[in-house]
């Protein structure tokens, strides 16, 4: 069963850029789409882009185009997201999820990104 | 790409049945997932391809598909199946979420 290990929370400025890691353990690592997802508080699910690591094929949310930038590693199993020109209202909990053959998703544990002044 | 609409609240008594739906126009032609979350976790997949679910979900979890319509119910609900739950679809890996359910045991 794979395992997504994110990386901790992360306090930014407005304006400024955040990348957030999410680690895989287990097998196939490049053979499964990694995507984002982005929930603020109270609020619901928002998906923000995915990679296929494989191919290093990336897709985004409209919403995000040309903020985002989402990478992987092959070599150490580890996805990337990378999100610029923060605002206050890009405070929220980020998750990484791979997308399984039967077409659910195995959950990291959620980073929390703040941005403060 | 598309939406997906869910109602933002049911409640339910404990053992009773709950259903929470889900629609969208392209969904004849697309696979929905469930996930159910519950407060500070991460969401977790409860059922998949409209009707399959994973192993280790309780056989209480189960959905249908009809038109527009996918509907998830939870027959003889307990105290720990409160939580808000998320319908899940894709266009040409374009994924959108419902706005999600908040299933209230009362």
């Known amino acids: 069963q794979v395992q997504l290990v994110q990386s901790g929370p992360e306090v930014k400025k407005p304006g400024s850029s955040v990348k957030v890691s999410c680690k895989a353990s287990g097998d196939s690592f490049s053979s499964h789409g990694i995507s984002w997802v982005r929930q603020a508080r109270g609020q619901g699910l928002e998906w923000m882009g995915r990679i296929m690591p494989l191919y290093g094929i990336t897709k985004y949310a409209q919403n995000f185009q040309g903020r985002v930038r989402i990478t992987a590693d092959k070599s150490t199993s580890t996805g990337y997201m990378e999100l610029s020109s923060l605002g206050y209202d890009d405070t929220a909990v980020y998750f990484c999820?791979?997308?399984?053959?039967?077409?659910?998703?195995?959950w990291g544990q959620g980073t929390l990104v703040t941005v403060a002044s | 790409s598309f939406e997906l609409t869910q109602p933002p609240s049911v409640s339910v008594s404990p053992g009773q049945t709950a259903r929470i739906t889900c629609s969208g126009d392209p969904l004849p032609q697309r696979f929905v997932s469930w996930y159910q979350q519950k407060p500070g976790q991460a969401p977790v997949l409860i059922m998949f391809?409209?009707?399959e679910r994973p192993s280790g979900i309780p056989e209480r979890f189960s959905a249908s598909s009809s038109g527009t319509l996918v509907t998830l119910t939870i027959s003889g609900v307990q105290a720990e199946d409160e939580a808000d739950y998320y319908c899940q679809s894709s266009d040409t890996f374009n994924w959108v979420f419902g706005g999600g359910t908040r299933l209230t045991v009362l």
């Open positions: 391809k409209d009707t």
């Open positions: 999820a791979r997308e399984e053959s039967n077409g659910g998703w195995v």
